[in-house]
């Protein structure tokens, strides 16, 4: 039996709340409204037990209670120093308490709010409503001492009817917030605990109720359809200027020839307004269009859509959930920026503001309901609210909540029932609901993929690149219900979860999206998600460094550790390698360019938009050095077409310059296709696309005639190069001490390589291998008349396996030797069963300094790996050792360039070149790889003292295996006989 709670039972009832208004659309209006955000009292108590009896009432002294700003989040007071409201508590599955449902703990954490407001004279109160736009969990509330009444559904608006309790001048309002209720178990989303009143709160009069703005479009005559279905007191009229509609009856139906229609590319809004016949004005914002499935392929407006979209959650460092409108909008500056399209507001509907903002940028938007019950699947689903007819009301309450607030905004086409609920009745029941109010959006939810009964988009998450193939085809493994399989295959196929961005990666999107786009069923996919929720800590080693926290830096008993940090933003919204790639990879314009015949052609992927909106420019670099640029004129392509045009006269001129009176080195052609024109979300001149091509090699290097080894007491001297007679390593090239280099195959493991939530992870084969205690040992030094040969084997401690090393230095002599030319080749022989691929394959060195600076010719400016390469291009790149090191919330492999052919390090002692032949990988580092394996947090690691420098012949994929699938076959680093070739030289 449940526990008696006598006046608190409403914390554990399933129950979604009581004394509520029904809900309805978010809009503003020109009635008076008074607005409560500021800083309230506020005290914590440490459950029922401890709660301030009489702090409603009007008079209660609360004047030695704290002051605390809402909105917040109350775990998220005192932060970046000690937080002062109990902790964050980060889990992905498992609920943080024993699942009882709808039990919770009675030690259960409540804030107890109060806020005194001043209600002016002529305050119209006898409408006047309450509004509550997210707290979390649970909540009570009085208003001057008496009870309204009580609710659940976090992320979701709550109203209360105030008019027979408010009342002109001062008014006491009192609120008691639940860390933990029986909405817990409906709230286990994959994000850190937190509490309290965490959106805004008002009060507001209140004329007309709601609306619902049906605004169609019909792309065979170009005619927008508008009707507005209005509950009010007092007849309300529409008038909508541009359409020339004015004082007509909101009803209609109003049929307007030649609408321009809403996109994510062309997010034409129409102003308008509702007046009520009491004198209230609405303003509106209207955005014809039509969301269809045909022939089993989403479409909007009557053309297929692809999404290149992420997943996102709010967040912000210091303030948890509770976002300012400016980051609001920087989110959704940076998608656009980023060539992204649409939004899954992961798991729960967003601030309503953001929703405006995705109307007024244009981003496709799946609104999700707030809901999840992951936490009951470790139990075989026992007891899932999905499918327990005594949770059915707070599901339907939260399905009808999500679908009332935001059903006026174009930019949502899809509601989302939630996430990773399992399966069962309530969600059938969820979807019948949503199809009886609003029949203009398709309905999805993942959990449902293996029947899709009751959705209309077949939704998958992390599946591999095979499987999604066969999913474009149609020719996945068919249902148990033969009816239910007919009605899957006609629907299209949505990613609504991959590219898990979790640290160094995601690797493979490349191959994702040429999928994705070979198969019209498919209509694109979210990333896996948009922000690292770090949150902003004092390290406690100097007075102002702080680092981003994670899972179980605030002392959880339960937490999934940095699993919360997978986002292509870093917790300072600063963007990541893995959305500079993914900005790459699905840009919506393709330029490819064939220097043979000298044609460039443009691929159109816009879904309405032609090609005019850009401007097209070229530029000519010799050996990274500019040598020309200029403009491309490209006729108009129209959405889906290809248009090939001939190079320009000045860029013929600049390419025969460069091949004529070039350095011998490669010669590369850049087109870029930059905004022509300022949009909403940019400035003119931003990039939207870009290419290469190669237009020129390099010439050989001159040979050199190779210098005798002479071996003297401790060491052996080839040219002015010196090495250590006994282990034959390289201690001297020039006036530069070194310390290497010899065989590497050890990185410091990535996200991708720790964990694997389907299967074992790939660092389990590694070190069950012992790839991390590798010794080296030398059984051979031969000098002779054209260098040094050393052999040596690399082996673990126990293990039969190994691989056997040869490397051969030779040093040039004659016009050359000034340089300190230097060349080793590396020849790796695999001896035994190698049963996992190695992760990484190279040399590794080190020299003296802290900081260097770094120029290289290769691709850059970033870190590139060989499955996440995409967004780097070919050039001279400049940088320092510090400034090349990624910050990822925690440390592991990082840095990586890729496919540089020469690179020089500066440090006051000189410079190192290095050469690849023809290429190598380059990371330089101001610590060991041990030291980065063994950090939890980047503050632990501290300089050395050495430059610690790594030349790989080949690294093993990325993928994303942390939730996902691991790197395709042709990324994965087999242990194979190989021989790579480097050489080095020295210059002052």
Not at 302 to 323: A, D, F, Q, Y
Not at 380 to 405: F, K, M, Q, Y
Not at 417 to 446: F, K
Not at 741 to 751: K, S
């Amino acid at each position: 039996m449940m526990k008696d709670l006598g006046p608190h039972g409403y914390v554990e009832d399933r129950s979604p709340g009581s004394g509520r208004l029904r809900p309805r659309a978010a809009f503003v209006s020109d009635l008076p409204a008074i607005a409560l955000d500021g800083n309230w009292r506020f005290r914590l108590a440490s459950g029922l037990d401890d709660l301030t009896g009489d702090f409603a009432a009007p008079d209660f002294d609360d004047s030695a209670w704290d002051l605390l700003a809402v909105p917040s989040c109350w775990q998220m007071a005192g932060l970046p120093g000690e937080p002062r409201y109990g902790a964050p508590a980060y889990t992905n599955i498992l609920y943080p308490f024993p699942v009882d449902p709808p039990r919770v703990p009675r030690q259960n954490p409540t804030g107890e709010y109060r806020r005194v407001f001043e209600v002016p004279d002529g305050f119209p109160a006898a409408d006047a409503v309450l509004r509550f736009e997210g707290v979390d969990s649970a909540f009570a509330v009085w208003l001057n001492g008496i009870r309204l009444g009580d609710g659940k559904g976090s992320r979701l608006t709550t109203e209360f009817d105030v008019c027979d309790v408010l009342r002109p001048g001062r008014n006491v309002l009192a609120v008691r917030v639940h860390q933990w209720s029986s909405g817990s178990y409906l709230e286990d989303q994959d994000m850190w605990w937190l509490s309290g009143i965490f959106r805004s709160v008002s009060v507001a009069a209140c004329g007309v109720r709601d609306f619902f703005v049906h605004a169609a479009y019909d792309h065979t005559t170009g005619q927008g359809t508008l009707a507005v279905d209005v509950t009010a007191p007092t007849p309300v009229s529409l008038s909508v200027p541009e359409l020339g509609i004015s004082g007509a009856d909101p009803a209609g139906p109003h049929v307007i020839d030649g609408v321009e229609p809403w996109s994510d590319e062309k997010p034409r809004l129409y102003s308008g307004e509702l007046v009520s016949e009491a004198g209230e004005r609405i303003p509106l914002r209207i955005g014809f269009r039509t969301v269809a499935v045909v022939d089993g392929v989403l479409t909007v407006n009557g053309r297929p859509i692809s999404l290149r979209g992420v997943n996102r959650h709010e967040w912000h460092p210091l303030t948890g959930r509770t976002l300012a409108e400016d980051v609001m909008l920087a989110d959704v500056v940076l998608m656009k920026q980023h060539n992204i399209n649409a939004v899954r507001t992961s798991h729960y509907p967003p601030d309503r503001r953001f929703l405006d903002l995705c109307d007024e940028h244009g981003l496709w938007v799946f609104c999700e309901g707030d809901l999840e019950t992951h936490g009951f699947e470790p139990g075989g689903w026992r007891h899932n609210p999905s499918d327990d007819p005594a949770w059915r009301e707070a599901i339907l309450d939260r399905t009808e909540r999500l679908v009332e607030r935001d059903k006026n905004h174009p930019s949502v086409i899809v509601w989302s029932l939630g996430n990773e609920s399992g399966t069962g009745a309530n969600l059938a029941a969820a979807a019948v609901w949503i199809r009886d109010r609003d029949r203009s959006r398709l309905i999805h939810y993942e959990g449902d993929y293996r029947s899709c009964a009751y959705v209309d988009l077949y939704s998958q998450m992390y599946i591999g690149l095979d499987a999604l193939a066969a999913v474009g085809r149609g020719q996945e493994p068919p249902t148990a219900d033969p009816a239910d399989d007919a009605h899957r295959r006609a629907l299209p196929a949505v990613l609504c979860e991959y590219g898990h961005a979790m640290g160094t990666g995601p690797g493979g999107l490349s191959e994702y999206q040429q999928i994705i786009e070979a198969h019209p069923r498919l209509a694109g996919g979210f990333i896996w998600e948009w922000i690292d929720h770090g949150i902003a800590r004092l390290s406690g080693r100097a007075e102002s460094e702080f680092f981003y926290a994670y899972g179980g830096d605030f002392g959880e008993e339960v937490h999934d550790g940095n699993f919360v940090a997978d986002g292509l933003l870093f917790p300072d919204r600063t963007p990541s390698p893995g959305l500079i790639e993914f900005k790459k990879v699905i840009e919506p314009v393709r330029i490819h360019i064939d220097p043979t015949a000298r044609q460039i052609s443009v691929h159109n992927l816009h879904h309405v938009r032609d090609t005019s909106y850009l401007a097209f420019q070229w530029s000519v670099e010799d050996g990274g050095e500019a040598v020309g640029s200029g403009g491309l004129t490209v006729p108009a392509t129209a959405p889906g077409e290809r248009t090939a045009v001939g190079w320009p006269a000045d860029l013929t001129a600049a390419l025969d310059a460069a091949r004529k009176e070039g350095s011998g080195q490669e010669v590369w052609l850049t087109l870029t296709a930059v905004l022509a024109a300022d949009e909403t979300w940019a400035s003119a001149g931003h990039e939207i696309a870009w290419s290469q091509g190669l237009v020129a090699a390099s010439a050989a290097p001159a040979a050199f005639t190779r210098a005798p080894a002479i071996t003297r007491d401790r060491d052996i001297a080839v040219g002015r190069s010196r090495f250590d007679a006994r282990s034959g390593q390289l201690i001297r090239l020039g006036d530069l001490d070194l310390d290497g280099p010899r065989l590497d195959v050890w990185r410091a493991p990535i996200d991708n390589d720790l964990l694997n939530a389907f299967g074992e992870p790939q660092v389990s084969a590694w070190l069950a291998a012992g790839l991390h205690r590798m010794r080296h040992d030398v059984l051979g030094v031969e000098p002779d008349a054209s260098g040094v040969t050393v052999t040596a084997r690399l082996a673990a401690a126990g293990s039969s396996s190994g691989l056997d090393v040869v490397y051969r230095w030779s040093a040039g002599v004659g016009p050359e030797a000034g340089r300190n030319r230097l060349r080793l080749e590396t020849t790796v022989t695999p001896d035994g069963a190698w049963p996992a691929p190695l992760p990484r394959l190279g040399i590794s060195l080190s020299l003296p300094g802290d900081d260097a600076d770094v120029e290289w010719f290769g691709l850059g400016p970033g870190e590139a790996y060989r499955d996440a390469r995409a967004g780097a291009r070919v050039g001279r790149h400049r940088s320092t050792v510090t400034a090349m090191q990624t910050p990822y919330v925690r440390p592991q492999e990082n840095g990586n360039r890729h496919l540089v052919r020469h690179a020089r390090i500066t440090t006051p002692d000189g410079s190192l070149c290095i050469t690849g032949d023809p290429v190598i990988d380059l990371t330089v580092r101001p610590w060991s790889t041990a030291a980065l394996t063994a950090a939890a947090h980047p503050y632990e690691l501290v300089r050395d003292g050495r430059l610690h420098l790594h030349l790989d012949h080949a690294h093993h994929g990325l993928g994303s295996a942390a939730c996902g699938p691991g790197p395709s076959a042709p990324h994965v680093l087999a242990a194979v006989p190989t021989v790579f070739s480097v050489e080095f030289s020295t210059s002052r």
